[in-house]
DNA sequence: TTGTACGCGTTATCAA
DNA sequence: TTGATAACGCGTACAA
């Protein structure tokens, strides 16, 4: 049985009121009093109840952190970053996996409301416009992970797709390339349409033609069999290179590329997107566009703590990097 | 602000009382009250406040899930397992990171405790007994995974460290391999042990002479800078084969390899631990001992809800799983 | 400087 | 079948 402020109370003779005052050093009480009152109290292994604490003041500092699930290689960096921030100002991090699942989902908001947490960051492939709702029905801060959208608690961060894919798409033209293809997502249909963008601008401004034939929308799979269909880009279309959706599908596109001893980035360079830890390991090591996880998981979260200050928050779209890895090649090499 | 039972029972005409169990299905309300009441609710968007209710019944239906980070890539799909079952109980999760620093473990056991959560799972790289005293001291039943410790309310789920790297050294042995090396890791003393052991016992159960010099502890570094320096095994100790203690090292030492022109498998055969996602994407594909990462954490959080329905539990020892892909090869291929 | 009384939102006991 | 009252552990206005 945990001890409370009464039992302390008790043993020091006198109200829980003056235990109260004293462990939280208010000026009040004599200095002889609270020194007494906390030294029983360490004593005694008294832990203050945040559960109490958190009926009388209406406030749990507690946050909802939603996820489709945290297996995706993209989330652990940015719940670190979240987690670290919390932890240092306080608050406590729900974790809760969605399974993009639209039951599950609704039974996630729920738990958040019934839990009264302060405040929520959710990063899910997908807000569709009843989840939106659902959430913004709790009259709580929101921070949205990479998934703009619109209302009065619904704020975001994320990354700059049409940025980060014409970064990609640049870094190939440079280099030589001119039939570049382009390996699409429909299971991601609004950041997909955004690198899409970025990809077609790039070779715009470079003056390449666009030839639909180079764009690869393989039917809904997993990232990584989307990555191994996407050879039919080289093999019928003849591209030099290639711009994945992400770091998944393009090591899919690696892996068949080694099958089909196509090598990369000697017959074929690839690029991804993400910088999943992957990248870097696999062989040849891809080069791709890094999203600045842990630093969006730190931003969310103190973004969450300037909307519970009441300050004003400016949403924020992040540049992506590229990172020049072994997967990509000159054409022309000199 | 949020609705209460209260504003319910004036708008009801009732009192609070009934509110609560017409809301809970009470029988001793009449079936039209009940349906009145429960319609009002719905209408005013009630949904009932957890921290109270956990005040009153002393449980909060909560527990606390502690990692060094959440960023190991062997944590995620542990984390899912938990939160799965947890989610599907009725509890939610609260993750809490530690960072392997002695006083932010303080600081999350302390939390915890504040939190009143009625369990805490724990996969921590060390639990030293100083965190594990503190750790009981919150009288709450703890599951340790991967990291066996003696106490009250310490129960345990583990891989077979010993069985696990048995069954990798013997699949070596079997395909023809003679001096084989191994790779151990400091940072992991326990395991490291238990790993080393069933190297040594499958070696000699092979009667294949013990040799020092093939037991490689590189000083403390990150997993993967151990890898690399493991390629003296194979330069300066001419083995050819490696059981690296995980991916993230046999993965250094694969990447070494490829630097220096070393063939893998033909030249060096390569066997990980862990099973990590990327194991499967590296090139080549590695061997490598899977750890159910997945089912543990499932496991762990299926004998935590035992433990809290006073249903006595066993602590489990799990066998790993030998995965045989691209990285080892007959030493004398037909 | 200290104590009394009340409220936070919910459930449970007892009486009506 | 329903309601008044107390209790969970804590913080605070007000009184002493």
């Known amino acids: 049985m945990q001890v409370t402020i009464k039992d302390i109370a ?11 005052r004293a ?23 008294y832990v203050p109840s945040a559960v109490a604490q958190s009926l009388h003041s209406r406030q749990t500092f ?5 996820v ?14 979240v987690e670290k921030v919390a932890q240092a100002a306080g608050y406590s991090v729900f974790l809760m996996s969605s399974h993009n699942d639209p039951e599950q989902e609704l039974t996630v908001v729920e738990t958040l409301q019934r839990r009264r ?14 989840y939106g709702d659902q959430l913004e029905r709790i009259q709580v801060p929101i921070v949205l992970i990479n998934n703009q959208e619109n209302g009065e608690f619904l704020h975001s961060i ?33 950041s997909n349409v955004h690198r899409l963008l970025g990809y077609q601008a790039a070779l715009e401004k470079a003056g390449i033609p666009q030839d639909p034939d180079l764009i690869f929308l393989p039917p809904p799979n997993d990232d990584f069999q989307c990555g191994e269909l996407a050879l039919s880009l080289h093999l019928k279309h003849q591209v030099t290179a290639v711009l994945c959706y992400n770091d998944i599908t393009a090591i899919g596109l690696l892996t068949t590329c080694r ?13 991804g997107f993400d910088d999943i830890e992957a990248a870097q390991y696999v062989s040849p090591p891809l080069t791709t566009i890094r999203q600045p996880r842990l630093r969006m998981g730190e931003l969310a979260m103190r973004m969450i703590l300037d ?18 890895r072994e997967s990509t090649l000159p054409i022309y090499p000199n």
């Open 158 to 190: 994320a990354v700059d797709d049409v940025q980060g894919a014409r970064l990609a798409t640049e870094h190939l033209i440079e280099v030589g390339h001119r039939r570049i293809g382009f390996v699409g997502l429909l299971t991601r249909p609004k």
């Open 62 to 66: 507690t946050i909802g952190m939603v």
């Open 10 to 20: 008790k043993v020091a003779g006198v109200s829980h009121t003056t235990v109260s």
């Open 307 to 324: 909307l519970l200050n009441k300050k004003s928050v400016r949403d924020q779209l992040l540049p992506g990097e590229l990172i020049v």
């Open 117 to 130: 947490v302060d405040a929520i960051i959710v990063t899910a492939s997908r807000v569709g416009s009843l």
């Open 68 to 81: 489709t699930t945290i297996a995706d290689p993209f989330l652990p960096q940015v719940v670190e970053g």
């Open 23 to 45: 462990l939280r050093g208010h000026p009040s009480i004599s200095a002889e009093t609270t020194r007494h009152i906390q030294q029983l109290a360490e004593q005694m292994g």
């Open 259 to 271: 099958r089909h001893q196509i090598a990369v980035p000697q017959d074929l360079s690839i690029v």
